[in-house]
């Protein structure tokens, strides 16, 4: 009855929230603060308005925090109209992040390690695909030191600060809040990512795993899209060398309370040879791609209290990996949908479902005499590897007064897939074509299972005072993977092998990752902040399941995986000297048990196994300077010390040894200048140290091929050598609505080497011209 009342004689204060080009700013959380010290929330809606029902007639706090722009706060009054809220565009640390407690947060308040790559920044980048632009961030690798161009993608699996560097990623990524990474082997196809329409991405960049769960163990990278806007068309047209056109789009519109947008990309490029020249035969070609991806969305607003929408998307991608027949191509199709519903009491709930349907293929072919001509190849194994997922999440938010922000939530996810594989062996008697030796079919394999995962968090945001925030959050997870089989048939018998396992043992397991974090506001300078985390990662279906060869080394799974566990903690202080200047330095110590290795057994063959513990510790500095409006200077660099710290007795030879693919030392440079009435220009470094090959660091590139690139016998190291590598864009408007833009990666034509055996070099010289188009009306 007191509430109905109460209700009855309320005030509706509304409004409308642009950024300072007069756009409207659609999913910004606006907060009403009362003298008496309530609070009420709502988010704007695509058209930028917001509504409150408030019982205050007087004069109120507005605060707004919105994604990529500094937080806003201003005085109102009730009775005052329709209020316009600017937010201007953010320094690093007033920006505003969702992803590191699920809720928005100003980054200069959250005790963790968080990147930001702006849209800005993404526009002012040479790069074609999402991965090279996110190199710009020292502590973002891929398992192998190579462009997502050209790379096969099982290498593509994400590692942060080096946190277990395998295909296999053990940091989540997503996509406007819903999983991105392959649903059965865990690494990222970055040709999927709409770059151009990306507003940022932000980057966690330790554990989130008491709030995200599994494979957010070593962080979560959320890639933040643009939201549909008023009668909008975007074309970008380009071409580049090695033959590479390219071609994005984009389109939007509202109608009253619906939006809808389509958009996408084209690729194709001839690509470029992946073996270093010394030691290239006749086997090898171009490794090249050629990709489609369409998504199209559509938001619907029925009241200030609801929000919704619907998405649907399809992509398609061939790849030839560098050698003559070795090719892999994958389909797979996305629905998702969600809703954002403002409670009675104020409260928040969000809800989001996703269905994933992939049909991915690989072959490999196994190269006769490799040591010598490398003339001679042959089928080694052909997969099919059909994976379907569903998924779902949904979380609870409200304020309690001023000092606490709550939330709790669960998500959970089912995945079945099976690698349908077919082992071939040379045909006897011997016969050769060309260079392509005739293949037997061997053995048939079908290898597979089904994962069920469901997890529930809660989480607190604790601000006593005002110069002290605490983040307290807890999680439970338990997974089961079941179905487990590998069914094996020799061919020419019809008879199982050895390995036929019609059913394999069922697994499930609980874990639970607390965190705690606590961040102090010295002065308006200067913050000190700490966190203790732990996290998991449960192994994907691939590394149960699925066998795979890379160069002369096959990798066998191995169904008896333990999860990984990782207690660690992080440490850092921000300073801001002057509003246009922040340094931010951290500091990190992570242990992780039970990790998944490829471990070595022979010169030709591996396996995935458990190893006791490894260790990822070390320092991560940033500095983001700007100078008027148009300069900016940013660097950053990581020392990461990865290695392991017990092997067991089996593997008592690693410890010490570093991590496989993770740098030691790692730093960016960038510069840019942008100026509308002229240009504008960016310049970009990346320094890569040695990397080690292997587990064992033994691996090397041969002294003739080391010497043709440059190096001589008394230098050249174990493993893959260091390289420096310099970008450059340089981009003018022609007009109100037409911009020209040229680009150029690896500016001098760095050779460096991402692989051994053979040995592979990275992204050569990359050049790309065209325009943006932009139409827009009202």
Same mark, same amino acid.
């Given at each position: ?17 642009? &950024? ?103 526009? !002012? ?80 960049? &330790? ?9 957010? @163990? ?34 939007? &519109? ?74 892999? &191509? ?22 989001? @479902? ?125 997974? *089961? ?50 966190? !203790?985390?732990?996290?998991?990662? !449960? ?45 931010? +330095? ?66 008592? +030879? ?27 220009? !960016?310049?970009? @470094? ?10 064992? *660091? ?81």
């Amino acid at each position: 009855m007191i509430a109905a009342l109460m209700l009855a004689l309320a005030t509706t204060l509304s409004g409308v929230v642009h &950024d300072s080009s007069g756009g409207v700013v659609s999913g910004a959380a606006v907060i009403v603060r009362a003298g008496s010290g309530s609070e009420l929330r709502v988010t704007t809606g695509p058209d930028g308005r917001f509504a409150v029902d408030t019982p205050e007639t007087g004069e109120v706090t507005i605060v707004v925090r919105a994604g990529g722009f500094a937080e806003k706060t201003q005085r109102a009054s009730v009775s005052s109209g329709v209020i316009d809220v600017t937010v201007e565009p953010a320094t690093l640390l007033e920006t505003v992040t969702v992803t590191p407690t699920r809720t928005e947060q100003r980054l200069g308040d959250v005790p963790a390690s968080v990147s930001i790559v702006t849209s800005e920044a993404i526009q !002012a980048s040479p790069a074609l695909l999402a991965d090279d632009v996110l190199r710009q961030v020292p502590s973002f690798s891929l398992f192998r030191r190579t462009s997502s161009l050209v790379a096969q993608p099982t290498a593509q699996g994400v590692s942060l600060r080096g946190i277990g560097p395998s295909g296999q990623s053990r940091t989540l990524v997503l996509l406007d809040g819903i999983p991105f990474n392959d649903p059965f082997g865990g690494w990222v196809y970055w040709t999927r990512v709409p770059l151009e329409s990306v507003d940022r991405v932000e980057i966690t960049e &330790d554990s989130s795993s008491s709030l995200y769960g599994n494979i957010a @163990m070593g962080g979560v990278i959320n890639i933040i899209t643009s939201n549909p806007t008023r009668r909008t068309v975007e074309l970008k047209p380009q071409y580049g060398n090695h033959n590479s056109p390219k071609l994005d789009f984009f389109g939007s &519109d509202q109608w009253n309370k619906v939006s809808a947008l389509v958009e996408g990309s084209v690729l194709h490029t001839d690509g470029f040879p992946l073996v270093e020249a010394i030691e290239r035969g006749p086997i090898d070609n171009n490794a090249n791609v050629e990709y489609k991806n369409i998504t199209t969305k559509i938001e619907f607003d029925p009241s200030d209290r609801l929000q919704g929408f619907v998405r649907a998307g399809y992509f398609s991608e061939n790849r030839n990996n560098g050698k003559i027949g070795e090719l892999n &191509d994958t389909r797979w199709t996305t629905l998702n949908g969600g809703i954002r519903a403002r409670l009675p009491g104020d409260s928040d709930l969000q809800a989001r @479902m996703f269905v994933d349907v992939q049909r991915a293929h690989f072959n490999f072919l196994a190269v006769t005499n490799p040591a010598a001509a490398r003339n001679i190849v042959r089928l080694a194994t052909d997969q099919n590897v059909p994976t379907n997922g569903v998924g779902g999440m949904a979380q609870w938010s409200k304020a309690l007064g001023k000092s606490n922000a709550f939330s709790a939530g669960f998500d959970f996810r089912w995945v079945d897939g099976e690698s349908q594989e077919a082992a071939y062996v040379a045909a006897v008697p011997t016969s050769i074509v060309g260079v392509t030796q005739a293949a037997t079919l061997s053995v048939q394999r079908f290898s597979g299972g089904s994962q069920q995962s469901l997890g529930g968090f809660v989480q607190d945001i604790f601000t006593p005072i005002d110069k002290l925030v605490l983040t307290l959050s807890a999680r439970v997870d338990r997974w *089961n993977n079941y179905n487990g089989h590998n069914l094996e048939t020799t061919v020419a018998t019809g008879l199982p092998t050895v390995n036929n396992r019609p059913s394999i043992l069922d697994t499930n397991d609980t874990v639970v990752s607390p965190h705690v974090g606590a961040l102090y506001h010295a002065s308006d300078r200067v913050s000190f902040w700490g966190a !203790a985390n732990s996290g998991f990662r !449960a192994p994907t279906l691939t590394e149960l399941y699925r066998q795979f060869s890379v160069g002369a080394v096959t990798t066998r799974p191995n169904a008896q995986l333990a999860p990984e566990r990782l207690v660690g903690g992080e440490a850092g202080i921000n300073i801001a000297p002057a509003r246009n200047v922040s340094v931010r +330095v951290t500091w990190f110590d992570n242990r992780i048990t039970n990790p998944v290795l490829n471990v070595t057994l022979s010169p030709t063959l591996a396996m995935k196994q458990n190893v006791p513990e490894t260790r990822v510790r070390g320092v991560q500095t940033d500095v983001d300077y700007r100078v008027g409006s148009s300069w900016r200077f940013s660097a950053g660099y990581i020392y990461d010390d990865a290695t392991v710290t017990d092997g067991g007795a089996a593997n008592a +030879v690693l410890v010490g040894k570093q991590l496989q693919q993770v740098t030691k030392n790692r730093g960016t440079l960038q510069a840019a200048y942008s100026n509308p009435k002229f240009a504008t220009v !960016a310049l970009g @470094m990346q320094f890569i140290g040695l990397t080690y090959n292997d587990d064992l *660091n033994a691996n090397f590139i041969p002294a003739l091929t080391l010497t043709d690139a440059g190096y001589t016998a008394a230098n050249y190291p174990l493993g893959l050598p260091g390289y420096t590598v310099v970008d450059l864009s340089v981009s003018r408007n022609l007009g109100h609505n037409i911009q020209a833009f040229f680009g150029v990666q690896n500016l001098f034509d760095k050779v460096y080497f991402v692989q051994t055996n053979p040995s592979t070099i990275g992204t050569p010289r990359l050049v790309n011209g065209g325009v943006r188009v932009r139409f827009s009306g009202r």
